[in-house]
């Protein structure tokens, strides 16, 4: 008999929840920002690894119903961070093997979240299948701060790789730069008091004058909390208070204007 149509997509809906591995992003906000589409998701775990800063997520995750880890408990001081990105993959590759799992991340999964970058390699290699669900990023939320629309011409770097790179950097075109705070530190860290930003200064100082002023954007984590923002001169960067960048901000260099 012919599937009527109401069959053929009930039967589409059952194949989609058969995915061995949710991989999924609350947004920047926690839960506030979570999509119904990923809490639904979620739902149909039977375990879900929470990656994230913000206890209140994992309590919202538990409510529920489904058997929730802290995957931050992964993480020791000092330790090389592949290595612990590689351990939380693995974890979620085992469990998968035998019950449905979730990996719920800060932001959205596929932006700078290297966890999900082995994850997805080794589910392949693994013959597993994976579904990744859309979410609010970092960079939903500093465009918005800025109030600037940015879709039209955008340079984005995460700070590490851009130094390694060493890109030309097009001086009229908006910069952006992620994870400032980690630049040069390669292992799990309590505080980011050791970061050392003249190598990022100097890279800078080769396309942009020394007063030309920049900005780091502290985009709010919590409804209660505004976001943030502060002005410096390329020539101040590396005197900034390194308090600032607990919140890990993202760098704004907007482009040279007149030339």
């Known amino acids: 008999m012919k599937k009527t149509i109401c069959e053929t997509n009930t039967s589409e809906t059952n194949h989609q929840e058969t995915s061995d591995i949710i991989l999924a992003g609350s947004g920047i906000m926690g839960a506030m920002q979570m999509t119904r589409e990923t809490e639904a998701k979620l739902k149909t775990c039977d375990i879900v690894y929470v990656l994230h800063y913000d206890n209140s997520l994992y309590k919202f995750v538990e409510s529920l119903g489904v058997k929730t880890v802290d995957a931050s408990e992964f993480y020791k001081d000092g330790q090389d961070r592949t290595e612990v990105y590689r351990r939380i993959a693995d974890s979620i590759i085992q469990d998968a093997k035998i019950q449905q799992v979730g990996f719920l991340v800060h932001g959205h999964p596929l932006f700078i979240v290297s966890t999900s970058e082995y994850l997805i390699q080794e589910a392949k290699n693994s013959g597993l299948k994976l579904e990744i669900l859309p979410a609010v990023s970092s960079l939903d939320t500093v465009i918005t701060d800025l109030q600037l629309d940015l879709g ?102 907007p482009p040279i204007e007149g030339e």
């Open 152 to 253: 039209y011409a955008l340079q984005l770097y995460e700070a590490n790789f851009m130094l390694n790179m060493n890109p030309k950097i097009d001086n009229k075109v908006p910069l952006l730069i992620f994870q400032v705070a980690v630049l040069g530190l390669f292992s799990v860290q309590k505080s980011y008091q050791d970061v050392d930003l003249h190598p990022l200064q100097e890279f800078l100082l080769k396309y942009y004058p020394a007063t030309h002023v920049i900005t780091f954007v502290l985009s709010s984590k919590h409804v209660l909390v505004s976001s943030d923002k502060l002005e410096v001169k390329v020539e101040e960067l590396d005197k900034i208070n390194v308090d600032f960048l607990e919140g890990r901000p993202t760098l704004y260099i």
